[in-house]
């Protein structure tokens, strides 16, 4: 404690908390605890302690015993129970939350949408909520539940205002966006639990695919599909050495002008981090040539695809564990099939279609996902369910569209980076993230994120509700990572 604030560690930003608004901090810190009156189902009010938990980024109320500003040992107790059970409490999802019981007595910092200040909810309409005092009173809206209280004066209910939103931002890196205060909440907040329902099959709908339509993608004809994009993208992609605790480092250094510098210069950032340095001076050399054919006058589409296919694809018998180009060797899940085929393609050395698997297929791996056709659906997630036709977009000019590779000690992690505009009168912009991380040596991709940036909103264009409604749809992208993102899906490469 420095200077009447206390700083909570663990955030991306600290967290700092005015010591005198608070009964007491336990855990080092971790929880901060402000006594409020809380109005039940029924409207009436009773004394609860507010807890806020950074570790498990949620809110929670525990039983106040009496009004000494000191928490007495059975509240001290009843806050650590509390704590100590949140792991399992916020495993309950509350989508699937029948009761109240189920629910708990707590909040997700992510199932908040709005923060209202006066009575402009229901409650304070019963007949215990009308004998509140509008300027001490504050509702916390969620997707699944109302958090109506009342603080001690108003300057403790603005300040329980402030470090909720405070709260908010340091858990999901936005601020929150408020709506308009009138004399009741006119929205329905299950607009946005539908919309999150709606949008979770979605992504999960796409995530399947992975391992459907998209695994065939993956693997088949890896060189044609390769060089439809490569050449036109790699002015927008970058390479990055990631090292823990440490500052990012470019790799692959500023673009130059020209397609074929371009290629080049992403293909010698890639060979430098995934194969020997012999073998990524092949790689690069032969690339180099390939350039430099095209640009004699030949056909840069037939050109780069032979070098793709003569440089990432051998002639021979097949080997164990490497990723057969024939199709009909790819789909097979049983190993000792596999193992049965290998043995008799050594045995009858004229059957072509087994003799021919890829070499260093780590670089077919990360380049087939630098390109468009894996953005397209959540492209229309984004565009089509999210932000509908209510809020048509179009792509961010003059550049709304990079690619990140990043080179991390275990994983390989290529983000495309899309930032959309409203359509019509450029009312705000965002980015959006899809993103695969690959087990290195990227011979296998371990899960997909789909996830929002950035909103920027134009002040002297959007109203205040409008920014509401748009953060609200939007960060339900974020709210469905959140739920997926412990068993993300995995892909495989045929073997």
Partial sequence: MTDGRITLNGLSQPWTVKAEDFSGLIFGG?????KVKKYGHQGRPHDRLLCFDYEHKCLFWVKSEDNRSCLTIKETKNICTMSKSMNSLASVDSDDAVSKKEVGNYMMIRDII???????????????????DSKNCVSIIGLHRTLDL???D????????????DFYHQCWGFKLVRSVSKKTLEYDSQVFVRLSESVLEKVISMYRDVTTKWHEYMWNDAANKIVKDYPRLAKNIRVWDVVESKEAYRIDGERKSGWGNNIVQVMEAL?????????????????????????????????LTRFFNETFTQEGYLPKNIAPANKSMSNLKDKSVVRDIQRRCRSF??????????KNPQFLSILKVCNQFVLIPAADIVKREILGEKYPTRDFKPRGWDI????????????????DVEATDQLFNFQYRLSFKFKRPAKELDNIVLHIDEINFDDSKCTQDVKHEVHNRLMTVNRVRMKLESSGPGLSVPR
């Fill in 30 to 34: 971790k929880v901060a605890i402000m």
């Fill in 150 to 152: 009342e603080a001690k």
């Fill in 154 to 165: 108003e300057k403790t209910a603005n300040h329980l205002s402030e470090q909720v939103q």
């Fill in 114 to 132: 709005d923060i209202v200040k006066g009575k402009k909810t229901k409650l304070f309409f019963t007949f215990f909520g009308r004998r509140a």
């Fill in 349 to 358: 050395q004229g059957r072509e279609s087994f003799r021919t698997y890829y």
């Fill in 404 to 419: 990140d590779i990043e080179f991390h000690k275990e994983f390989i992690y290529v983000h495309q980076l899309k930032r």
């Fill in 271 to 303: 060979a430098s981090q995934l194969v020997e340095a012999k073998r990524a001076k092949e790689i690069v050399d032969a690339l180099r040539t390939a350039v430099k054919e095209v640009e004699q006058g030949k056909d840069r589409e037939q050109t």
